[in-house]
């Protein structure tokens, strides 16, 4: 990426988008609202974020990807963003105009608020852009109204009030934005076995191969990166389906493995731990100690 445009604050965002600042830490765009001069990218290749934003994109008649499988929604693509984070553009077609909301709010607004505090909880923010949010007719209809809402306090003058009330329509947004993941996540069961499943070989076959001497113990991003998901979105996943986190998880299978390893009279217990992917041996005996509640050598005669 040779040109990338620092979205640095709200206003960044909206003085691109030719739209008025009410506020200086929080911002909506209704792409309608926006004439084509406005959506012109023609001199930079990506964006840079660093503030949060939300964009409500209307999909209809478009091919998207969820989970890096594609799909067709007509009903309303939610997309989240954290600071630090890089959109790429392209094929841009300078005769589409989008349709939807952006909504930016800059870390600073958050400063002293509970919502700033528990933030780092809605791992969304962390998903790739193929792992969005599909909303249905009457979820959309819940974004807009509290869309709307904020928009509301912006045009307000501000007052001792203003930040409490915008805040809270933001956590307000984000909750509803949770309970809707967790629907998608059960509408997409059928998909998110299918991605458990090869979790699980793919965890097979991590172990029965030289790459934990290589590489060491697996890692979630490791087997996210394979089933082509981000590792946050994948750690949620695996926490909808089995009530264990993805490293929960990883870790079972590799006491699962250790256990019948340890049977093996002809290896110590040092190389046990070496092709399980422990630099350590004495990193081994303790997580194994932690999960079956004796160690690997008690274990060993205990059988």
């Known amino acids: 990426m040779k040109n990338v445009l620092h979205i640095d604050t709200v206003g960044d965002y909206l003085n691109l988008r030719k739209q008025e600042v009410l506020h200086p830490l929080v911002g909506i765009v209704d792409f309608e609202d926006v004439n084509k001069e406005g959506y012109e990218n023609k001199d930079y290749d990506a964006f840079h974020y660093n503030c949060y934003a939300v964009f409500l994109k209307d999909a209809k008649g478009c091919k998207m990807h969820y989970g890096g499988k594609p799909y067709d929604y007509d009903e309303g693509t939610l997309v989240f963003m954290a600071p630090g984070q890089t959109i790429e553009l392209s094929g841009f077609d300078p005769d589409y105009v989008p349709k939807g909301y952006a909504i930016l709010f800059h870390p ?8 700033g505090k528990k933030l780092h909880s809605y791992s969304f923010f962390s998903y790739s852009s193929n792992e969005a949010l599909h909303l249905s007719n009457k979820e959309r209809k819940v974004i807009l109204s509290l869309i709307e809402k904020i928009q509301f306090e912006l045009e307000q003058n501000l007052d001792k009030h203003s930040k409490k009330l915008i805040v809270a329509n933001i956590e307000l947004f984000l909750d509803y934005c949770t309970r809707f993941y967790d629907r998608q996540f059960i509408t997409r069961e059928v998909e998110n076995i299918g991605s458990l499943e090869k979790f699980d070989v793919l965890l097979s076959q991590y172990f029965s191969s030289d790459k934990p001497q290589k590489h060491g113990t697996p890692t979630v ?22 009530g264990k986190s993805a490293q929960e998880y990883i870790q079972n299978k590799l006491i699962e493995v250790a256990k019948e390893r340890v049977f ?15 630099k350590y041996p004495q990193h081994f005996t303790r997580l194994f100690k932690q999960r079956v509640g004796h160690s690997p050598s008690e274990f060993r005669n205990l059988n």
């Open 108 to 115: 600073d607004l958050l400063i002293g608020t509970e919502l």
């Open 221 to 242: 991003g490791y087997f996210a990166d394979r089933l082509h998901l981000s590792p946050n979105y994948f750690g949620d996943l695996v926490k909808k389906e089995t």
């Open 264 to 278: 093996d009279p002809s290896k110590s217990l040092s190389e046990i731990a070496y092709e399980l992917g422990f």
